[in-house]
DNA sequence: AATATACTTTAACGATTGGTACAAAGAAAG
DNA sequence: CTTTCTTTGTACCAATCGTTAAAGTATATT
């Protein structure tokens, strides 16, 4: 088992249970690692595990999304492709935005650079790719940072009600703000 | 001091560090309370404070938000009071919703049926304000819906990014949405 | 076969956790 | 002043927290 096999593991561990519920006994048991072989790989102990996973996250995103948004030759296939990847990538708002988790919690203050870095390049991108698709750069902007806001919300609300469709429902209204 | 004085600063507690991370010393720092009153006034524990205070807050909701929603005779002045309200309680995005919080962490469950109860509410006052501004019922329950997820999204990158004005343009960019 | 390095196991550390017991102190009523 | 009930301060509990260290086992290199 590498390092990087670990992170994943460590990602839905810090979902469940957030930074500070994320105990050592239960993130030993989600990962099958032992207090010894966590703390071979990330000496730092859980501060180090959540920076990992941060930036594993981020460099998923960054290689997913955010260049396929700032580079693609067809910006309406790349934000198509954006909004497959989040309905894939929050399974319809059952798995959580750890970035947003962070942000909400006190936890946010640790690692408030890479919680900024992440939001700030998305909202970036999707504003480049607004652009290029014919909107105008304070209309791709405004809209950018409103869909960006509202996937974090609908992550929120489809976890708070037991209402399957909703995250889905929330999204599509999202999408049509995207579409030219 | 009465157990209602209390349940604010208890509110406040939670907010700063979440449900597991606002420990006993925190709690009774915060509140000025030792914990023989804190014991006192909640005999069970945390899970009662967490529980009195989500009340709490439901109750502040419900008397000033939604109902003037769903009774008002002039809709428009109601939503207009919404919006005015959400960015007074939550500070223009310095001050997280508590409910929200707890829906993406792991005490979600533990709090499920009242924080399902508080969005629930929500959503139907509003979107009972907007079918009696002249909406149509599918499109203001899809609206409201929106509307709600938008506002906690415009939390979480407000507590994300440090941009003192994406808040309100957020918040402005959903406001746009109730008005007819 | 000998040595170095990578990893795992295990046990323990001091600190802090949520919760309890109980007596002292305060307030209200007679 | 006495009695009764409410509110608080303090000491204490077992359990768990994140972290460290030592000893052990692999695996690779020479």
Redesign the pocket.
């Known amino acids: 088992?590498?390092r990087a096999d670990v992170l994943p593991l460590l990602g839905e561990a810090f979902r469940e249970h957030g930074f500070?519920g994320?105990?050592?006994?239960?993130i030993t048991q989600r990962t099958g690692?032992?207090?010894?072989?966590l703390?071979?790989?990330f000496?730092g102990?859980?501060?180090e595990m959540a920076a990992a996973v941060l930036e594993d996250i981020d460099a998923w995103f960054d290689h997913e999304i955010f260049v396929p948004l700032r580079m693609a030759t067809d910006p309406r296939a790349a934000i198509n492709a954006m909004w497959e990847a989040v309905s894939a990538y929050f399974q319809s708002g059952q798995r959580i935005c750890l970035v947003g988790a962070f942000a909400l919690s006190d936890t946010r203050d640790r690692f408030a650079s890479a919680v900024n870095a992440y939001f700030a390049r998305w909202i970036e991108a999707l504003a480049a790719a607004l652009r290029r698709l014919g909107h105008d750069a304070k209309y791709a902007d405004a809209i950018a940072e409103q869909v960006v806001a509202g996937i974090q919300g609908a992550i929120t609300l489809a976890r708070a009600r037991p209402d399957a469709g909703l995250f889905e429902r929330v999204v599509t209204g999202l999408r049509a703000m995207t579409e030219k």
Chains 1, 2 share one sequence.
Not at 22 to 26: D, E, G, K, M, P
Not at 33 to 37: A, H, I, T, V, Y
């Open positions: 088992m590498e500070e994320a105990s050592l006994s239960v690692l032992g207090r010894g072989s703390y071979h790989f000496p102990g859980k501060a």
